[in-house]
């Protein structure tokens, strides 16, 4: 079976440029996450969707970010205009439900720089 | 301020040896907790967990302790291979929605 697929697996764009990352989960789960990875904070948790209805985006730390999900296999995370201050590796992963022991499934992660 | 809360950015152990990876938290609401392992360049993958009910759970070479009381858990890895080199991540679930919270994580290097 296919794992989380992300891509692009790295990106390097210029301050005010627009990023587009997206996310295939697996197929059959029902929840979809979105994590960011800093040296400062560690995986934060920006947004999660289950059955593609956003649940928490509490964690979306400005309007220059939006996050998707049109269907069941497809999620994008959108920043606009990306900062410096952005670059992070960002990830996605997919449980499915019900809850069960709470193992989320992660893809490679997205690693963005911007300059 | 952080609720899942790893102290030790990193911890270097011989190998055959105990590695002992500690992790502290602040809400006594959360109901589950896990434990996550992460190589570079890769995404983190699940490694074990523990109810809230419980104190202790084994799984091969890999135990998690549980001390409600305190707030604080443990993982143990006994004995400690190189392989076992990498990044781990404690996670707390708060709510049905299965919402983790993650800790900081502590870099192991195992020593052959």
């Known amino acids: 079976d296919a794992g989380v697929i992300q891509s692009p697996r790295h990106e390097v764009t210029e301050m005010g440029q627009e990023v587009t990352l997206r996310c295939k989960p697996i197929s059959g789960h029902d929840y979809l996450f979105w994590y960011r990875q800093t040296m400062m904070r560690g995986l934060e948790l920006l947004i999660y969707f289950n059955n593609n209805v956003p649940i928490d985006d509490s964690g979306m730390p400005e309007d220059r970010f939006s996050a998707k999900m049109p269907n069941a296999s497809f999620s994008t995370l959108k920043i606009q205009p990306s900062e410096p201050r952005d670059s992070a590796v960002y990830f996605c992963a997919s449980s499915p439900q019900p809850r069960g022991n709470g193992e989320l499934f992660f893809g490679e992660g997205s690693r963005l720089t911007v300059l | ?112």
Not at chain 2, 31 to 53: N, Q, R, V
Not at chain 2, 63 to 80: D, E, G, Q, R, W
Not at chain 2, 84 to 110: E, M, R, W
Request: charged letters at 20%.
């Open chain 2, 1 to 112: 301020d952080q609720q899942v809360k790893q102290n030790s950015p990193s911890l270097s152990v011989q190998e055959g040896r105990i590695s002992i990876l500690n992790c502290d938290y602040t809400n006594s609401m959360f109901d589950y907790f896990l434990w996550y392992k992460k190589y570079p360049a890769e995404g983190p993958t699940f490694l074990i967990s523990i109810s809230s009910i419980k104190d202790k759970n084994e799984d091969g070479r890999f135990t998690v302790f549980l001390n409600k009381s305190a707030k604080h858990l443990s993982l143990h890895i006994v004995p400690s291979q190189p392989g076992d080199s990498a990044v781990y991540f404690c996670a707390a679930i708060l709510g049905s929605q299965g919402n983790l919270i993650f800790g900081k994580g502590t870099k192991l290097s195992v020593k052959p």
